[in-house]
T-cell receptor, first 113, second 111 residues
Framework: DGGITQSPKYLFRKEGQNVTLSCEQN?????MYWYRQDPGQGLRLIYY???????QKGDIAEGYSVSREKKESFPLTVTSAQKNPTAFYLC????????????FGPGTRLTVL | GESVGLHLPTLSVQEGDNSIINCAYS??????FIWYKQESGKGPQFIID?????DKRQGQRVTVLLNKTVKHLSLQIAATQPGDSAVYFC??????????FGAGTRLFVKA
């Protein structure tokens, strides 16, 4: 089955530690995205990538980093510089047309202890 | 900045009734709108979309209406079922890769 996978589903981290969230897709999509979701709020864009080896900052990129070495993979690192990292993180992909439906993964819930 | 918002954060309907979820957008340049459904602990799922050159689009049990004059978008769900209980997001796109999402409306379906 084609789709997007994110791992792990739940992640706990101590303050001051970096952590990397995995996102893999087998939809052959060019574009991939990372969003953050806080309770009672909509999705906010962290980073997006239109093509391999290229990515752009979204609205809340501070304290996060990404890489796009392969078309299928778009890992997100939450660094210790992110002041309030506890949130639900969603990865998405789209076919690469600028306008179109995004397909979402199941999400990773990160909790900083 | 430009934003997409919702009038009602929570909507409760009786099973079998029709549901209407509303959304206001502020960017008059937006030309593509999407409704997503998000169940608890899961990622959003695409429901239906509409482009700015249309006023109405119908899917299976769902209809999206777009009123560009007042920058208003609505999602109508016919014969609402318990499985429709979720948070519904509207989203807008101005033609680039960035999509702006609203805060969401939680729909409760009473049996």
């Amino acid at each position: 089955d084609g789709g997007i996978t994110q791992s792990p589903k739940y992640l706990f981290r101590k303050e001051g530690q970096n952590v990397t969230l995995s996102c893999e897709q087998n939809l052959n999509h060019d574009a991939m995205y990372w969003y953050r979701q806080d309770p009672g709020q909509g999705l906010r864009l962290i980073y997006y990538s239109q093509i391999v080896n290229d990515f752009q900052k979204g609205d809340i990129a501070e304290g996060y980093s990404v890489s796009r070495e392969k078309k299928e993979s778009f890992p997100l690192t939450v660094t210790s510089a992110q002041k309030n990292p506890t949130a639900f993180y969603l990865c998405a992909s789209s076919s690469g047309r600028a306008v179109g439906e995004q397909f979402f993964g199941p999400g990773t819930r990160l909790t900083v202890l | 900045g430009e934003s997409v918002g919702l009038h009602l954060p929570t909507l409760s309907v009786q099973e079998g009734d029709n549901s209407i979820i509303n959304c206001a957008y502020s960017n008059s340049a937006s030309d593509y709108f999407i409704w997503y459904k998000q169940e608890s602990g899961k990622g959003p799922q695409f429901i239906i979309d509409i482009r700015s050159n249309m006023d109405k689009r119908q899917g299976q049990r769902v209809t999206v209406l777009l009123n560009k004059t007042v920058k208003h978008l609505s999602l109508q769900i016919a014969a609402t079922q318990p499985g429709d209980s979720a948070v519904y997001f509207c989203a807008e796109n101005t033609g680039g890769f960035k999509t702006i999402f609203g805060a969401g409306t939680r729909l409760f379906v009473k049996a």
